[in-house]
């Protein structure tokens, strides 16, 4: 697993493949590279983004709490299902 996150951190990766990577369109992307959520490399008119680039936002992202949701929403708590 070691190795596998070490071969991505060091591949540069196209915009369609960073949006299919991060699950976004195209907007999102170009939007979350202007805010300089990316760090970006240009070779003439391509712009590369860095696997290692990818895996620092994530790491920046807040982390979910785990049944955050329960009892909101419609969504039952398991104690008022008992």
């Not at 196209?14 to 939007?31: H, L, M």
């Not at 895996?55 to 708590?77: C, D, F, H, N």
Request: charged share 30%.
């Amino acid at each position: 697993m070691q190795q596998d996150e070490q071969d991505f951190a060091l591949r540069l990766f196209g915009p369609k493949q960073v949006q299919f990577i991060d699950n976004c369109g195209p907007t999102t992307f170009w939007a979350r590279l202007a805010r300089g959520e990316y760090t970006a490399l240009r070779d003439g008119r391509k712009v590369k983004v860095p696997g290692w680039s990818i895996l620092q936002r994530r790491e920046r992202l807040p982390k979910a709490e785990v049944g955050s949701r329960r009892g909101i929403r419609g969504i039952p708590s398991k104690a008022s299902a008992e």
